[in-house]
């Protein structure tokens, strides 16, 4: 397996965990990914969700042993990682909720403005969108999810859009990329559906289901 196709499994395996690790966690995951520090992740992630008890499907089981015990993961840890408890209800009850608007302040929106003047265009990127997400456990301000449909490389421009947003001062931003080919998961999903267009690049718009 290429250094590319492990990249683009721990990548998808990130997505999987998005509505699980905090993004004070998820966020540095990830820019260890972009800059080249795989195997740093491979250690930690695993130790991670059994501290947290986060548990995990079948399918993100498998998905974590392809994509981190050729890295160094340790095999006992990923083998005590628990199984994933079924949510009451079903899909679509998770603790976050989503709403296309959020707030902005007295200057406007600079996350959107800055967003679309780096992203506009670009090739490879088809569309740019920001969904306000607020966790119904608790009183904290919504904050917002980038959501990105790309046919590039979803590691590299997920660690260029991370660091725009923490030069502007989001210190744990939530940057969703997503390949164009990709099957949403049920966070992906409702995300999307309460969001809105900031941008598109020169890509072709591929539809999302």
């Known amino acids: ?88 209800g079903g899909a679509g009850t998770g603790r976050y909720s989503f709403s296309a608007t959020g707030p902005t302040d007295d200057k406007g929106d600079s996350e959107a403005l800055v967003l679309g003047a780096s992203l506009r265009g ?36 997920t660690g260029e859009i991370q660091r725009i947003l923490r030069a502007l001062g989001n210190h744990a931003p939530l940057v969703e990329v997503l390949p164009a080919d990709v099957e949403l998961t049920d966070y992906h999903s409702r995300a999307h559906t309460a969001s809105n267009l900031i941008c598109t690049g020169s890509g072709e718009l591929v539809g999302q289901s």
């Open 1 to 88: 397996m290429t250094d590319r196709e492990t990249g683009l499994l721990c990548h998808e395996l990130l997505l999987h965990l998005a509505d699980r690790i905090p993004s004070d966690s998820l966020w540095r995951y990830r820019d260890w990914l972009a800059g080249g520090a795989a195997e740093v992740l491979a250690v930690s992630l695993p130790k991670h969700l059994l501290r947290e008890r986060i548990g995990l499907t079948d399918e993100e089981h498998r998905l974590l042993s392809d994509a981190l015990l050729p890295l160094g993961a340790d095999p006992a840890a990923v083998g005590a990682i628990l199984p994933a408890e079924p949510l009451p």
């Open 122 to 157: 670009r090739p490879g990127v088809h569309e740019v969108r920001g969904s306000w997400r607020r966790d119904t456990t608790n009183e904290d301000s919504p904050a917002r999810v980038v959501l990105v449909t790309t046919s590039g490389d979803p590691v590299e421009l």
